[in-house]
């Protein structure tokens, strides 16, 4: 079949059988086999390149600490340390005698909590609150004396690093920036896809990464196959984060789907749905790996996926600033001279 204003014996075709000049191709044809000549292609380049360095650090953070935190309950049973025994030495004291030994340690606080030991010569883990501060200290059961922080330093670490992944440290608004930011990490993935896309004859070579190409050239590869290799992952951490972000958004959106009745409430297919998205975002439930049922080699190697591919958009994040640097900022006027081999190779390298 002849392409329109091209007849079979007259009109020369290039590499891809496609008549030359790009007047004559459909639209279409251009999407699929010269995607880098549509407009609306570019268009969408630019919008992928520039959302991605605006979001560039916040992807890079939570992709990170994300990874971490898999391996949260491991992290704080490593950073809890065993009870601290002491001396016994005479009458044990009694509850009120304790609180007044904590409340003469710290004045203007009262005591909320105590700790139940395990052994008659185990510290007592004794909560203060004075306004909004909150103290946890060991005390002495015989002589009321203060031992120190109950909690351990690597157990505040990793719950400020979870208060850092959930709500970027500013509370519930935090935790709805991060649903916003998790949306648009959506929009990143999807143009990525677009850009991604090199036409029906090279399409296998944004697959795999090549060798011996130039750091330049292998960045790009490994952007692209980073990007279309770890899309499926990308996108459930991105959909299921902007739900823990703005949960009740959700469920009115799921209300609307599928209203709720006497008949559905324990069966619809939405809640299960919104289940699963919560519980896929950290790929374990009750802290073993999905599908596992208890700790071993399963556990094991789940949270070791998630923690890979949850990486994945950290490592989009460094490629693509790599490469927009040497694109954009290396190209300035007075960093490279115009007939520079460098420049050159630049030029030809395809970055899009």
């Not at 020369?12 to 279409?28: E, F, L, N």
């Not at 630019?46 to 990170?64: A, D, E, M, T």
């Amino acid at each position: 079949m002849g392409y329109p204003g091209c007849h079979e014996t007259s009109c020369s075709r290039d590499a891809d059988g496609v008549p030359a000049g790009d007047d004559v191709m459909t639209y279409w044809q251009r999407w699929t086999r010269k995607p880098q000549t549509v407009w609306l292609r570019k268009a969408i380049f630019q919008l992928h390149l520039w959302s991605g360095i605006g979001l560039g650090l916040y992807v890079l953070l939570v992709s990170v600490t994300g990874s971490i935190l898999v391996y949260r309950n491991e992290l704080y049973r490593a950073a809890t340390h065993d009870p601290i025994i002491v001396t016994e030495s005479g009458p044990r004291l009694t509850d009120d005698q304790l609180k007044g030994a904590a409340t003469q340690a710290y004045p203007g606080y009262t005591v909320l909590s105590f700790s139940l030991v395990q052994s008659p010569g185990q510290a007592v883990s004794i909560t203060l609150k004075a306004g909004s501060k909150l103290k946890n200290r060991f005390f002495n059961p015989y002589t009321g004396a203060d031992l120190g922080d109950a909690v351990p330093l690597g157990i505040r670490l990793v719950s400020k690093l979870i208060e850092l992944h959930d709500d970027l440290l500013a509370g519930k608004t935090g935790r709805m920036v991060n649903g916003a930011g998790a949306l648009l990490l959506v929009v990143i993935a999807f143009t990525g896809m677009v850009v991604w896309w090199p036409g029906v004859k090279t399409w296998r070579q944004g697959l795999t990464v090549q060798r011996n190409v130039g750091w330049q050239r292998f960045t790009w590869d490994l952007h692209k196959a980073i990007g279309f290799w770890t899309l499926g992952f990308t996108l459930v951490f991105a959909v299921s984060g902007a739900y823990l972000g703005n949960p009740q958004a959700f469920q009115d959106l799921a209300d609307r789907i599928e209203p709720l009745t006497d008949a559905n409430a324990r069966t619809r297919i939405v809640d299960q749905v919104i289940y699963w998205l919560a519980y896929l975002h950290f790929g374990r439930i009750n802290g073993i790996g999905i599908p596992c049922s208890g700790p071993g080699f399963c556990d094991s190697t789940t949270k070791l996926i998630w923690a890979v591919f949850g990486l994945a958009p950290a490592g989009m994040v460094v490629t693509g600033a790599v490469m927009w640097w040497n694109r954009v900022v290396r190209k300035k006027p007075g960093r490279i001279s115009r007939h520079s081999p460098v420049r050159a190779r630049t030029k030809e390298l395809p970055l899009r």
